[in-house]
């Protein structure tokens, strides 16, 4: 890729599902500018150059895909003294965030509604302590395994951006998606610290996990240091 011809990338997630309520597009139009990480897109950044993470000198933690939102709310309420980026493509769940952001009166969150892949590119090296990987799409099929995020594409660019001894957390309730994640994250310069049943202490649960549960798949919960 050079920096006049950015790679175009493929997306093969939902951007926008059913319609929205009318308080959910007042979030969007009313607060998503303000809570939005800029220099991120290729329009405000055709280049490509490293961006000033934000929130320093504090901590920086990334939850990829936050869907509803809940868990990266209840983490940004937990831990004050953090700085975290959401990244969520999907509309609907942007706006669901908002909605529970106007109660929560937090001022270390900030959004890239948008594909990961353009946050990892402009982040600076080994600036992200931690990283929250919650039910993934699966891609079930086997033809389309190498959409899923723990795949080298995705997987170098996030080791790049993650300092070493930073945690990355993966919830999935796919067995299959177990396998590739223990296959695959350790061969970007990662170490399985561990694995199981049980969530994490400050866990939880999202709206997909409820969902999961209600149709028969437990849950499995990997922890990885980057090594
Ligand atoms: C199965 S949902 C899980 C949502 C949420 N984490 C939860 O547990 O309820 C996966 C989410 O990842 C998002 N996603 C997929 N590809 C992404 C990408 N390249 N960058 C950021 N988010 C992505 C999807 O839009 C979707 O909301």
């Not at 961006?51 to 004050?80: C, D, N, Q, S």
């Not at 799409?137 to 389309?144: F, I, L, Q, T």
């Not at 994490?200 to 990997?222: C, F, I, N, V």
Request: glycine share 8%; aromatic share 10%; charged share 25%.
């Amino acid at each position: 890729m050079t920096p006049d011809a950015p790679e175009r990338r493929n997306f093969y997630g939902r951007i926008r599902g059913k319609t929205m309520r009318a308080s959910q597009k007042t979030y969007l139009e009313e607060d998503l500018a303000p809570l939005t990480l800029h220099g991120l897109t290729r329009e405000e950044n055709p280049s490509r150059s490293l961006i000033t993470p934000p929130f320093a000198p504090k901590p920086l933690w990334l939850e990829v895909g936050f869907g509803g939102g809940e868990h990266l709310v209840h983490m940004a309420a937990r831990y004050l003294d953090i700085g975290l980026i959401g990244c969520e493509p999907f509309v609907n769940g942007i706006a669901m965030l908002l909605g529970k952001m106007r109660q929560a009166n937090l001022t270390n969150l900030l959004l890239h509604p948008g594909d990961v892949r353009d946050l990892l590119e402009v982040l600076p090296p080994a600036c992200l302590q931690k990283v929250f990987l919650n039910y993934p799409d699966p891609w079930p099929k086997s033809r389309h395994h190498r959409r899923r995020f723990v795949t080298t594409g995705y997987l170098t660019a996030l080791a790049r951006v993650m300092e070493p001894g930073a945690e990355f957390r993966v919830a999935t309730d796919i067995a299959d998606y177990v396998r590739q994640t223990l296959e695959e994250v350790p061969l970007a310069g990662f170490t399985l610290i561990t694995q199981g049943s049980t969530p994490w202490d400050d866990w939880l649960s999202t709206r997909y996990e409820q969902k999961a549960l209600r149709e028969g798949r437990p849950p499995h919960y990997m922890t990885f240091r980057r090594t």
